[in-house]
Structures are given as structure tokens and as C-alpha cells.
């Protein structure tokens, strides 16, 4: 929940100047933010007793998303694939920012697989953490209302 | 075609890469995990480990923990609060008898593990929803389109 705020956020304040991550192409960056969770599927697995996370980790490495965000693109009509994928990929980075955030006793992200296994983690939030998720909650909601006030008084300008 | 080619490349390079990040993990932990120290226990001991799993019971200054996949169970030696059924993951040096002395540790309740989950479900849920207001998938074509065309579009630019 937090990546899907967090990305409404920084998409509505950088469609003030760049219209491409505004509108319907929003939620495209949404879900390049929830691509690399593909990788929690292990977790409904686990309760049938298959133990699946290195078999999945790779949707939760950078070149693994990456590739994701490629065969998603595909799905989308010629001529705005390359936009789609770059969108896509734009929510796996701030994917990405967020959890570097995250404290791990792991080990943290294998940012460069396939080129180190080193790992990077910043150690400074819990994943359970409820007051960061509701900050950004909030601020997607603060931000929303907003932008829909300001485009009607936009609108009741222009019509005037 | 070209788009069949590029899926099926796409695929196979994920399908390699996931083949070596499976089959070489183990070699590049900085600390092995549950699965491996249960294939060949003494060969870790002394040595630093992870282990996740449930806080089953505790004590003065341990804790039993039952791991998450193989469900050994394990006694960890630390003086940090925990409670039965709580979710910890314990980095930690491995000592004979199953036994964990804890450096670092992470602990969660069951309740907020559970919610953190049931959060993250209720934002696919709405992702999803949100994706159909503004895109539809065309089964004739297996190609995603935008529900209305956009202003531009419109215009004929």
C-alpha cells in the first residue's frame, strides 16, 4: 500500500510538468511499483508446503523485474510499448527506494544480480511499519483532493 | 511475430537467470538460512546464521523458535522481549544442540505480520480496479488498449 501511495504522490507532482505520468498512465506506474511483490507469491505457496522463494526471488531483483516490465510492455498496443515499459520501470525504481528504506536481518537487496550478489539495505524502517503507510496513505489522499479542487476551479475559470 | 520473438526471449532470460540465482544462492550467503543448515547441521556450527520462524514458547533469556520451512526447532539465547507467536527472524552464531546466540533480530507480532499482508492485498485490489477504469484488454487482438482515446488522440495528433 505504501508503494501504490507513494507513487500516486510523486505521479501527481511531476504530471504538473510532465503530462505523461498523469491520467490513465498513472496506475501503469502503480503496478511497475507492485511488480517485483509478484515475488510474495511464495507466501501462499508456502502454506501448501512448497517452499518457492529462491525459485521466485528473481521478480524482486532488479534485472528480474526489468524483464517483467518488458513482456508486460509487450501486451500493450505497437508504438506505446517503449513508453509502457518505461513507465512500468519508473514504478520499479520507486519500488525499490522504498524497501532499500526497509530493516532487514537477511541481508537486504540484490540490487546487481547477475553482475554481484552483494546486498544493499539502509536499515532504517520496520517492514511492519504502520505510521510510515499512513503518512503516505494520507499525503495520496491530501494530494487527490487537491488536484480535484484545483482542476474545478480550472474548469469553473475557464468556463467563466 | 515480432512480438511473439521478443516474449519468448524475454522469458528464456528470465528463465536462465532465475536457473543461476537458484542453483549458486546458497554459495554467496553471508549467512545461510534454515534450508541449508538443516541438509548438513554441523557443518554450521560456530558459524553465523538466519533463522525465521514462530516464537513457540519462552524463557529466562531464551526463547524457543520453530523454523518457518523445516521446523526444526531451535533455542534461541537473547534477552530481547518476545512473545509466543510471534514472527522473528535471528541472525545469529550457531552453536551444537540446536542452539541460536542471537546478534541481531527482527520481531514481529502474528497480528501485524498478518495485517501487513492484508494491506498489500487490499492495494492490488485497488490497483486492479483502477487499471480496468482506464484500460481494457482486447481478447481479439491479446492487446491491452486505453478505454477512451486521449485528448490528443481525439484532436488526430
Not at chain 1, 8 to 24: D, E, M, N, S, T
Not at chain 1, 141 to 151: D, E, G, I, P, S
Not at chain 2, 5 to 16: D, G, H, K, N, S
Request: aromatic content about 12%.
Amino acid at each position: 500500500m505504501a508503494h501504490v501511495a507513494f507513487v500516486f504522490i510523486v505521479c501527481a507532482l511531476l504530471a504538473l510538468k510532465w503530462p505523461v505520468f498523469g491520467g490513465r498512465n498513472t496506475v501503469l506506474v502503480m503496478i511497475g511499483a507492485l511488480l517485483p511483490d509478484i515475488f510474495k507469491l511464495y507466501l501462499p505457496l508456502r502454506l501448501i508446503g512448497v517452499n518457492a522463494v529462491d525459485v521466485l526471488a528473481l521478480f524482486h531483483i532488479p534485472v528480474g523485474t526489468l524483464l517483467v516490465c518488458g513482456l508486460c510492455a509487450l501486451l500493450f498496443e505497437e508504438g506505446t510499448r517503449e513508453r509502457v515499459f518505461l513507465l512500468f520501470a519508473f514504478g520499479m525504481v520507486t519500488h525499490y527506494a522504498l524497501d532499500a528504506l526497509l530493516i532487514s536481518v537477511t541481508g537486504g537487496l540484490v540490487l546487481a544480480f547477475p553482475l554481484s550478489w552483494e546486498t544493499w539495505q539502509l536499515d532504517l524502517v520496520r517492514p511492519d511499519n504502520w505510521l510510515g503507510t499512513t503518512i503516505l496513505v494520507a499525503g495520496a489522499v491530501l494530494v487527490w483532493l487537491v488536484l480535484q479542487a484545483w482542476r474545478r476551479t480550472g474548469q469553473s475559470i475557464t468556463e467563466v | 511475430m515480432r512480438r511473439g520473438l521478443l516474449a519468448a526471449i524475454l522469458i528464456c532470460a528470465f528463465i536462465v537467470l532465475a536457473a543461476y540465482y537458484y542453483t549458486d544462492v546458497t554459495y554467496h550467503l553471508d549467512a545461510p538460512r534454515e534450508s541449508e543448515v538443516s541438509a548438513d547441521y554441523n557443518a554450521y556450527v560456530g558459524r553465523n546464521v538466519t533463522i525465521s520462524g514462530e516464537v513457540i514458547s519462552t524463557g529466562a533469556g531464551s526463547f524457543a523458535l520453530k523454523g518457518t520451512h523445516e521446523n526444526d526447532t531451535y533455542t534461541v539465547v537473547s534477552a530481547a522481549e518476545v512473545h509466543p507467536g510471534d514472527d522473528v527472524t535471528v541472525l545469529g552464531t550457531l552453536g551444537p544442540g540446536y542452539q541460536l546466540h542471537a546478534i541481531k533480530m527482527y520481531t514481529s507480532s502474528r497480528v501485524l505480520s498478518a495485517l501487513v499482508y492484508i494491506r498489500s492485498f487490499v492495494a492490488l485490489i485497488f490497483v486492479v480496479v483502477l487499471f480496468f477504469a482506464s484500460w481494457r484488454f482486447d481478447w481479439h487482438g491479446w492487446i491491452i488498449k486505453p478505454r477512451k482515446p486521449s485528448s490528443q488522440e481525439q484532436d488526430g495528433a
